[in-house]
């Protein structure tokens, strides 16, 4: 049974392990062969902490750290050494092409707009500038369209003062090794380098990097990876998990047969006693409301299943299946562990392990793990 053997005041502990995001990084960077493997830390490392990430990921050899925003790199600069990237996604938003300047980060420009608004500024500090370009392959979310590529590779200034230091795009359907989109992607993304620059490619996201060889390029882009989420729809996940989280017992009760639970009286108890335990975690908290009557918590091997609906700051468990008093205020239940990892979550949620990460709670105590272990 799990004790209180941590005396935080918080409703939960989340322990996220470095060294296992160290290993599932120098994994996937095995599996891609010669090309280089960056990390993507954007959203605060998938909700795990960035700052606690990225030394790791650079203490293991990784160079190249891609974000979203730019103050998402802003922060990161600090912690990381010098001679490490970092990458932009979203690219300048108008305006701020000469802060990524004065601050040594890549933009990825995604639009003639922004090659335009780079092009200017090369021009006006009368120096070349770096940044990865973006063609879209399949996705239309990011990336110059097809009709924006042939207008570039037919205006010989277009790239003008522009040092194309990555050719890039984003799979949409990489998860699905069947889908024929993977294929259709990696033949633009041929074709779309052929009208660039010579410069290094990068087009696999974690699951592209499960694709194979033809893939890989010259720089793999992981991100869910690294976190333990499963890069292969339907396979065994070969990453190491990396998030524990522990909610918090703060109540028992002992409640008569037919007794309704929690808001909207949506769980009834059947027709023996059952017992409640309360636990300090809701969706305030990101245990999302879908899980309402859904999954279980976990303490010594028993499931705890999850009865009534997911309060903003507590769920309740029908944990009659343990003897009485084995629960008490302060009992620590694994909601995300060695039982059920995260993409089990995610399914119990109906939705997937990326969104389960990202909606971790600011609530939570926070224990990093495994750093010295090399
Ligand atoms: C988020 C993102 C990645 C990382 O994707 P994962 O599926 O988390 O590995 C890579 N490239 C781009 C452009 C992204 O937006």
Redesign the pocket.
């Known amino acids: 049974m799990s004790r209180p053997f941590w005396q935080d005041t918080a409703g939960a502990v989340l322990s996220v392990d470095l060294g296992a995001i160290r290993d599932n990084w120098r994994q996937l960077r095995e599996r891609a062969g010669s090309a280089r493997c960056a990390a993507?830390l954007?959203a605060d490392a998938?909700g795990l902490g960035a700052a606690r990430v990225a030394p790791v990921l650079a203490d293991a050899g990784c160079r190249d750290f891609?974000v979203?925003h730019l103050d998402e790199a802003l922060a990161l600069k600090p912690v990381l050494p010098v001679g490490a990237t970092l990458i932009v996604?979203h690219g300048p938003t108008p305006g701020a092409e000469a802060e990524f300047v004065a601050h040594g980060v890549l933009p990825?420009l995604n639009s003639a707009a922004q090659i335009a608004a780079w092009r200017a500024l090369a021009h006006r500090l009368d120096r070349e500038l770096p940044a990865f370009v973006?063609v879209d392959t399949g996705m239309a979310r990011?990336g110059l369209s097809a009709e924006e590529l042939r207008a570039l590779a037919s205006d010989a200034q277009a790239l003008a003062g522009i040092r194309v230091a990555g050719v890039?795009s984003?799979l949409a359907c990489?998860e699905d090794q069947a889908h024929p989109a993977n294929r259709a992607q990696l033949e633009r993304f041929l074709a779309a380098r052929r009208l660039l620059p010579a410069a290094p490619a990068s087009l696999a996201?974690?699951?592209g990097i499960f694709l194979g060889e033809d893939y890989h390029f010259d720089l793999v882009?992981?991100?869910?990876?690294l976190y333990g989420?499963a890069?292969v729809a339907g396979a065994d996940n070969p990453m190491r998990p990396v998030v524990r989280l522990q909610g918090k017992v703060i109540q028992t009760r002992e409640i008569e047969p037919g007794t309704p639970v929690g808001y909207g009286h949506s769980w009834h108890s059947s027709g023996q006693r059952t017992r409640i335990a309360t636990v300090a975690v809701g969706y305030a908290d990101g245990w999302l409301r879908s899980l309402s009557n859904r999954g279980c918590a976990w303490t010594g091997g028993v499931a705890l299943p999850l009865v009534g609906k997911v309060s903003m700051d507590t769920i309740t468990l029908d944990a009659s299946a343990l003897p009485d008093g084995a629960l008490q205020p302060g009992s620590l239940v694994d909601l995300i562990g060695e039982r059920q990892g995260v993409d089990a979550v995610a399914t119990q949620a109906g939705t997937i392990g990326?969104e389960i990460l990202t909606s971790l709670g600011a609530r939570y105590a926070r224990r990093y793990v495994g750093e010295m272990a090399k």
Do not use: C, E, I, T
């Open positions: 993507v954007k998938y891609f979203a996604l990825v973006q990011l890039m984003h990489a996201n974690s699951s882009r992981p991100g869910a990876a989420v890069p990326y």
